[in-house]
């Protein structure tokens, strides 16, 4: 009953240094999303991958690469972190676009 | 652009009252809008999807509305308990991306 996995919970990284964030759904669903989430703001997609083997850039896709390893996993790649880029990142999935997206409890970075 | 608005940004009441919370949009080309649930530390949980050519979605003690021609929607809840206490954030789908407000903090006071 895992549903969205999202791997690490917290992490801290210093400017400049390049990490992957990971996630992966167990519900067969075909499209995934990442987010970030920053204090006294809403969600804002980062990018989206409708299916496997697509991925389409979001709201706010500067600074991030994703990569769709196969239906069940999508990560997010911060190539040269930036103190900007601190926020809760959010991965979910939904078995189609426009249809219900069910969340991970989310990654905490903090960029110094 | 579209653009979500919540209001208000955190609310406190006593429990069993009903209570409502907004959500304006402003654009109304809109696939579906969503309300959410998210409880601190933890992801988000889908409380109610309502699609565009409906008005209104139930579930339990949760009644979601929409009105599309005038970018707004409303979540009801009824007889309120401490457990419903969380941030609820509205979103709608449109162009294959939702847009999210910025969530209403809600406290019930046993």
């Known amino acids: 009953n895992a549903g969205v996995t999202q791997t690490p919970k917290f992490q801290v990284l210093k400017t400049g240094q390049s990490m992957t964030l990971q996630c992966a759904q167990d519900?067969?669903?075909?499209?995934m999303y990442w987010y970030r989430q920053d204090p006294g703001m809403g969600l804002r997609l980062i990018y989206y991958?409708?299916?496997?083997?697509?991925?389409d850039k979001g709201e706010v896709p500067n600074g991030y690469n994703v990569s769709r390893l196969n239906k069940r996993e999508f990560s997010l790649r911060l190539e040269s972190a930036a103190p900007s880029q601190t926020s809760v990142y959010f991965c979910?999935?939904?078995?189609?676009?426009?249809?219900?997206?069910?969340f991970g409890d989310g990654t905490r970075l903090s960029i110094l | 652009k579209q653009e979500v608005t919540q209001i208000p940004a955190a609310l406190s009441v006593p429990e069993g009252e009903n209570l409502v919370l907004n959500c304006s949009f402003t654009?109304?080309?809109?696939?579906?809008l969503q309300w959410f649930r998210q409880d601190p530390g933890k992801g988000l949980t889908s409380l109610l999807l309502?699609?565009?050519s409906q008005r209104e979605q139930t579930s339990g003690r949760l009644n979601a509305s929409l009105d599309k021609s005038s970018g707004r929607s409303t979540l009801y809840i009824a007889a309120s308990q401490p457990g419903d206490s969380a941030t609820y954030l509205c979103?709608?789908?449109?162009?294959?991306?939702?847009?999210w407000g910025a969530g209403t903090k809600l406290i019930i006071k046993p």
């Open positions: 519900m067969n669903h075909n499209s």
């Open positions: 991958s409708a299916s496997e083997g697509t991925t």
């Open positions: 979910a999935s939904s078995e189609a676009l426009y249809q219900p997206q069910h």
């Open positions: 309502i699609q565009s």
């Open positions: 979103a709608v789908d449109s162009n294959y991306q939702l847009i």
């Open positions: 654009d109304s080309a809109i696939y579906n």
